[in-house]
């Protein structure tokens, strides 16, 4: 009897895979490997792939490797590049991020990298094509996991978070988001992250270097960001970093949802108490360690979503780009049209990921009273 043969995980084949795929010399660098075993490791023993999982897992490591590659090429004897400055947006995700994101996305003098973009760093094909790419993946994603289109909406001329490009050194929390993958997220844990940020800069210079003029700033979200601002900080010196803030309650419970959502994509077995327990302590330490003061620019979700125009106003006061009378145009447009609003309502409840909702208010007191959530 045949059949086909299981798609290996194995690193070093996906290694060899990736050189060949981009007609890579002999010593041509790829880095952060190391990751790369421990990740694939967790897969094969923890994640309990589908069939469907497991080719788009492949796909997806394979392609992070590829870009490694396309970017030691891109920027090898080029010289520095002028930086423009780097704004970050972050905090616990579900917490009006995305919303925050796509309003200053529409200031004329803010750049914003889009989807298509994120996903195909230093690749040689035309715009044209990487945008058909982007958009089959979109279209292939959804169809994987139909909840995700009422949770968080994909469009490769959107603003997108930059774990697309921190990803591709096989050091990001978004593979904890996507697989049960409990010893890598161990692992994780105690990795530094400068090298990390530093690749994240790399690909960014080279995604800015087709731009014919430089913006004013350039904007980048990720939630992941709250966890590692101190590396952050080192790699990119003197950005503004701006959080978003929301009861914890709904945050983790939105979050829980949208991972049981990323999870069925690649696996027939998810299970709701492992989600709530990969959830629950890792969201509620980030936020023990979160104080009002500081550098950071502090948002509240409740804030941004009654009087969006103010806050963002706000924002771009705080780094130097205010708002003109085109950009607030724009994003009055961009507001009247409910692009911001799913087209299905996102239900969900913490008790069903096994998350006692009055014993994280307490754990979470001094936070909440803090920032008013």
Not at 128 to 148: H, K, L, Q, T
Not at 151 to 168: M, Y
Request: aromatic content about 6%; charged content about 25%; glycine content about 6%.
């Amino acid at each position: 009897m045949t059949g086909i043969a299981t798609p290996t995980l194995e690193a070093g084949r996906l290694v060899d895979e990736a050189r060949l795929a981009a007609g890579a010399e002999p010593g041509e660098p790829l880095r952060f490997l190391d990751g790369l075993g421990v990740l694939t490791t967790a897969l094969e023993e923890e994640a309990r792939l589908s069939e469907r999982g497991r080719a788009g897992t492949r796909a997806a490591l394979l392609g992070a490797l590829v870009t490694q590659l396309r970017v030691a090429r891109a920027v090898k004897g080029r010289p520095p590049v002028a930086r423009p400055r780097a704004v970050f947006i972050t905090g616990l995700l579900r917490t009006g991020t995305t919303f925050l994101h796509n309003l200053l996305a529409q200031h004329p003098d803010l750049r914003a990298p889009r989807l298509w973009e994120l996903m195909s760093v230093a690749d040689p094909r035309p715009p044209r094509e990487r945008i058909r790419g982007c958009a089959a993946y979109v279209e292939e994603y959804y169809r994987a996991a139909p909840d995700f289109r009422a949770i968080h909406p994909l469009d490769p001329q959107l603003p997108e978070e930059c774990h697309r490009l921190t990803a591709n050194s096989f050091r990001h929390f978004i593979y904890g988001l996507r697989y049960n993958v409990p010893s890598y997220m161990d692992w994780l844990d105690q990795q530094p992250m400068a090298a990390a940020y530093h690749f994240h800069q790399l690909q960014l210079d080279c995604l800015l270097s087709a731009d014919p003029e430089p913006a004013a700033a350039v904007v980048l979200k990720c939630p992941s960001h709250l966890w590692h601002l101190d590396d952050l900080d080192r790699v990119y010196p003197g950005a503004t970093v701006i959080r978003l803030h929301r009861d914890p309650k709904v945050a983790i419970g939105s979050v829980c949802s949208l991972t049981a959502a990323v999870r069925s994509a690649r696996s027939d077995d998810v299970s709701p108490s492992e989600i709530g327990a990969h959830w629950l302590d890792r969201a509620a330490r980030a936020l023990e360690a979160t104080h009002p003061g500081g550098a950071p620019i502090d948002v509240r979700y409740a804030d941004l979503v009654a009087d969006p125009l103010r806050v963002v106003a706000g924002v771009c006061e705080r780094i130097g780009v205010p708002v003109t009378v085109a950009a607030r145009d724009r994003m009055t447009r961009y507001l009247a049209a409910g692009a911001d609003k799913p087209a299905t309502t996102h239900r969900y409840r913490l008790g069903d990921f096994g998350i006692d909702g009055d014993r994280l208010d307490r754990r979470l007191a001094a936070y909440r009273a803090a920032f008013d959530v």
